[in-house]
């Protein structure tokens, strides 16, 4: 063991993901605009300008909650895991251990039991009914057999027998490793208001240094030139001016107030059991088009429950036999459903039995006393059963005698061919199928391989996946969104389309993913002209997303086991349910806490309402990104000092952008989802951005006609005509109206007349009160922007009409 442990022969699995603390605070902090933002920070700070320093707030809250989000992503990555089991059972030197996972090396024999979960992938030497379940794995729910020689795989759990298994992959080298692998990579939620604001950063980063060198050219040249400003000292209102210009283009405050969009969105959904794992995720099930879904523990409640008694020819004593079926030990997961009809009480003793197994795919049971009651019983799946011919010894067909005063067997004992008739109309239905026939004796061959003779069909068993109560109206909400529904399942392509009848799906049959085209192109053919999928590897869910996002589709995809894990990854929205592995909750974007699929109507209401009211409030701040920017461009041609101070932005910015756009962030909203946010804020942010320029630039062309103005009067100017405009902007992004949005009007308006006669207000942001005629010039071109901002949204509602509100 020394050997295989100093050669890496372990089951450490190593646990890094893509990007270390350091990265993520780097990437978060050591930024263009970071730098910008920092930069002059510090500048006005040394000049003693601390009052005009108050954008540093927005950058900072900005790279917290940054670090802090994917920080949060990063340790979630890392507990990613299939292995729940805290320790291992193996056989060391002819005892039995319980060791750590980790401490499990190649060639270790593990001792299964029912309910373990396996550790490492090994080969079976032993098997007692061994059977195994992997559907975590491999997303098919019936267990699987495992004789001597077949493998088991990592990450599986043992349901019915026991054995022992030699270790031959561990680690890394593991089925379940190997599965997760791409799993435990970080990566960013696909979000479109995070990569169209990404967009517009990257835009200004291209514009920010020609625009400075014009800015501070212009503010030099309006002090005298640039050997004045040298002797006179006039560089320090210059810097102060460019830092103005500089911080008025970069949006910080939208930044910052997505981010808290997000993060109130999220805490409102943990309100109704629903766990964000990144708060961007928060929108992404209001853009989702195709929702893709799991069958196995997302629309049904996983696992199987006794529906029926189907009799054919009644025998006494079935019942008590059935009852001994499902309080069986070793019984496998089908026939413990059995267990809630028919109750054991120990009456029946066996005195031999052989036990399920899915390559003969029956079980059996001979119980000791005279009566027939006390016979030989056989349980197991009709199209086995019953594989001999209906006239030959396999299936008893003719009259016997009845000892000890039992009743005979009905003469009249259906045909083998209606038998497997009536059991393949209840499988189309979507229920599992069982046979329970009397046998003379269990066969005394040692392999047990062979049926029984005389063969008596006493009644067919149904059981059937329980749907989950919420999956109908969920799934009806979705299709009267215009979301499309794709079924995708390891099970049995029948069983799955049987499954989405029943919760209101018209669907016919079900496509096996055998048949699935490796070709791209007949993949995207095939996902876009199905609904239901049976029999789908792992691997196969992931192409199957990715060709429906090749074809142009918003994915989102609800799964609960390992095998899910890769196409919630890949998918725009992964949604895990309650009962899911954490390797999946951990690369889920969403986690349903209480399972409740019913959840999933509410968090396309909360991601449309962060959607929608980004996007309302972004058309404000662009604005004045565009604002900002044209002025700082045109007063540096002209050879202009910029018409505001940092702290007279603030100002600004606070009354018509930065608290109102707080409020209107998190207003309810339900409207409906459309494409293209980015370039329907942008058709109007632009257009009012030029107009809040040409009414500043009519206003700074008209000063010099008041003889009596001061610098500072100009300025104080400009901020009412900038508030007026800016405040008629608020309005129009604000439309439709409704009592709390027209309140948050009426309130900035009410503070923008106070403040401006405030006289603490004035003295802080260097405000006084023009002369008359700049007053009034003032106001009028304020008026007339308004007016201009009046037209521009009655053609920007006419151009982007919205679409009809879905439900909150």
Request: proline share 5%.
């Amino acid at each position: 063991m020394a050997t295989r442990v100093e050669h890496g022969l372990t089951n450490r699995v190593p646990d890094t993901t893509s990007r270390s603390l350091w990265q993520i605070f780097r990437a978060n902090v050591f930024t263009l605009f970071n730098a910008i933002v920092g930069t002059s920070f510090l500048l006005l700070l040394l000049l003693g300008q601390w009052q005009d320093a108050l954008f540093g707030l927005a950058a900072v809250s900005n790279a917290v909650i940054g670090v802090v989000e994917e920080y949060r992503a990063k340790k979630s990555l890392d507990r990613l895991a299939v292995l729940n089991a805290p320790l291992a059972r193996v056989l060391r030197e002819g005892q039995i251990h319980d060791i750590a996972t980790a401490d499990v090396v190649k060639d270790d024999v593990l001792v299964l039991r029912a309910g373990d979960q396996v550790t490492a992938d090994a080969a079976v030497l032993e098997s007692s009914g061994l059977e195994v379940d992997e559907s975590l794995l491999t997303g098919e729910a019936d267990p699987v057999d495992k004789d001597a020689g077949t493998e088991v795989l990592s990450g599986s759990i043992v349901v019915a027998g026991h054995g022992t298994a030699r270790v031959v992959r561990v680690g890394a080298e593991s089925f379940a490793s190997r599965l997760t692998v791409d799993a435990r990579r970080f990566s960013l939620v696909n979000s479109e208001i995070r990569n169209s604001l990404n967009r517009v950063l990257r835009w200004i980063a291209w514009i920010l240094l020609p625009v400075a060198i014009l800015v501070i050219n212009g503010e030099i040249q309006a002090r005298g030139g640039w050997q004045t400003a040298y002797s006179t000292g006039a560089w320090t209102p210059a810097l102060v001016g460019l830092i103005a210009s500089m911080i008025a283009i970069v949006p910080l405050g939208l930044v910052l107030l997505t981010s808290v969009a997000f993060a109130v969105g999220g805490l409102r959904l943990a309100g109704h059991n629903v766990l964000i794992q990144e708060l961007a995720a928060v929108e992404g099930l209001a853009r989702v088009d195709v929702l893709c879904m799991d069958k196995t523990g997302t629309l049904t409640e996983g696992g199987l429950v006794f529906d029926a008694v189907h009799p054919l020819a009644p025998q006494p004593g079935w019942e008590q036999a059935l009852a001994w079926f499902g309080a069986e030990p070793e019984a496998n997961a089908t026939a413990r459903c059995l267990s809630t009809a028919f109750e054991y009480d120990g009456g029946l003793q066996p005195v031999r039995s052989v036990p399920f197994s899915s390559a003969r795919k029956w079980s059996g049971v001979s119980f000791n006393g005279r009566t027939r009651a006390a016979r030989t019983w056989i349980l197991g799946a009709p199209e086995m059963m019953l594989v001999q011919g209906e006239e030959s010894p396999g299936l008893e067909t003719s009259p016997v005698s009845a000892p000890d005063g039992a009743v005979p067997p009905q003469s009249n004992e259906p045909s083998r061919g209606d038998i497997l008739r009536q059991a393949g109309e209840l499988a189309e239905t979507g229920l599992r199928t069982l046979l329970l026939a009397r046998a003379d004796q269990l066969p005394s061959n040692g392999k047990l391989e062979e049926l029984p003779g005389s063969l008596h069909p006493v009644a067919l068993l149904t059981f059937r996946e329980q749907p989950r109560a919420d999956a109908r109206e969920t799934l009806k909400f979705f299709r009267d969104e215009g979301v499309g529904l794709k079924i995708i399942s390891g099970d049995d392509p029948r069983t799955v389309a049987a499954i989405a009848r029943r919760i209101g799906l018209e669907v016919t049959e079900g496509f096996d993913a055998r048949s699935l085209p490796e070709d791209p192109l007949h993949l995207e053919e095939v996902m876009e002209a199905n609904m239901v999928f049976g029999r789908v590897t792992p691997a196969q869910k992931r192409a199957m997303v990715e060709a429906l996002q090749r074809r142009g589709h918003t994915v989102a995809m609800t799964g609960d086991g390992v095998n899910d894990a890769l196409a919630l990854k890949t998918a725009d929205l992964g949604i895990a349910m309650d009962s899911a592995a954490p390797a999946t909750k951990a690369v889920a974007r969403l986690v349903l806490l209480d399972g409740r699929f019913d959840r999933l109507p509410g968090v396309l209401a909360e991601g449309r309402q962060v959607i929608a009211n980004i996007e309302r409030v972004s058309s404000l701040f662009l604005s004045k990104t565009v604002y900002a920017t044209a002025i700082a461009v045109t007063f540096g041609l002209l050879d202009w000092k910029f018409p505001f101070l940092p702290r007279q932005l603030s100002f600004t910015d606070g009354l018509t952008i930065g608290i109102p756009a707080f409020f209107l962030a998190l207003m309810p909203n339900p409207r409906r989802y459309q494409p293209g946010f980015l370039r329907r804020a942008l058709w109007f942010s632009v257009p009012a951005g030029l107009i809040v320029t040409a009414s500043l630039l009519t206003l700074n062309a008209l000063a010099p006609l008041s003889a009596t103005a001061t610098p500072e009067q100009v300025s104080s100017a400009s901020v009412l005509t900038l508030s007026i405009v800016g405040l008629w902007i608020l309005s129009a992004v604000s439309r439709p109206l409704n009592a709390g949005r027209l309140a948050v009007v009426v309130a900035m308006s009410a503070s923008l007349v106070a403040l401006l006669n405030l006289p603490l207000a004035q003295e802080f942001f260097l405000l006084s009160r023009p002369p008359g005629g700049l007053l009034l010039a003032a106001v009028a071109c304020g008026a007339a922007g308004g007016l201009g901002v009046e037209v521009l949204a009655r053609v920007h509602a006419r151009a982007f009409p919205v679409q009809g509100l879905g439900r909150k």
